[in-house]
């Protein structure tokens, strides 16, 4: 029984390996897409994305000092597109740094 446990084990670390080797290959064509973009001869190419965010930003800041009114649907949908949006900056540079770490630490074992 504890064999069968071991290799159980074995196959979900195997698993667990391989998606974050995934999610890597995924945050480096993430990454990979915005470099180029950034280094675009076009200036709306290179600055679509931190408009689209600042745009986004003063809705925020409007909507919050009662400025402009969100409709319920249309602010929990704008909400999730923003974290949707900032996600791809933050969390996915986080993860970017951090995932070649962890595939090190689950290789080792």
Do not use: N, Y
């Given at each position: 029984m504890a064999k069968l446990q071991d290799e159980v084990t074995t196959k979900q670390i195997e698993l667990l390996g391989k998606q974050m080797d995934l999610k890597?290959?995924?945050?480096?064509?993430?990454?990979?897409?915005i470099k180029t973009?950034?280094?675009?001869?076009?200036?709306?190419?290179?600055?679509?994305?931190?408009?689209?965010?600042?745009?986004?930003?003063?809705?925020?800041?409007?909507?919050?000092?009662?400025?402009?009114?969100?409709?319920?649907?249309f602010a929990d949908s704008f909400m999730t597109l923003v974290?949707?949006?900032l996600g791809g900056y933050v969390i996915g540079?986080?993860?970017?740094?951090?995932?070649?770490?962890?595939?090190?630490?689950i290789s080792r074992k």
């Open positions: 890597k290959q995924l945050l480096e064509a993430q990454s990979s897409i973009e950034s280094k675009s001869e076009s200036w709306i190419a290179r600055s679509l994305r931190p408009i689209t965010m600042l745009t986004f930003l003063v809705v925020i800041v409007c909507h919050s000092f009662e400025v402009i009114t969100l409709q319920k649907d974290k949707i949006g540079r986080s993860a970017e740094k951090a995932a070649p770490a962890v595939a090190k630490a």
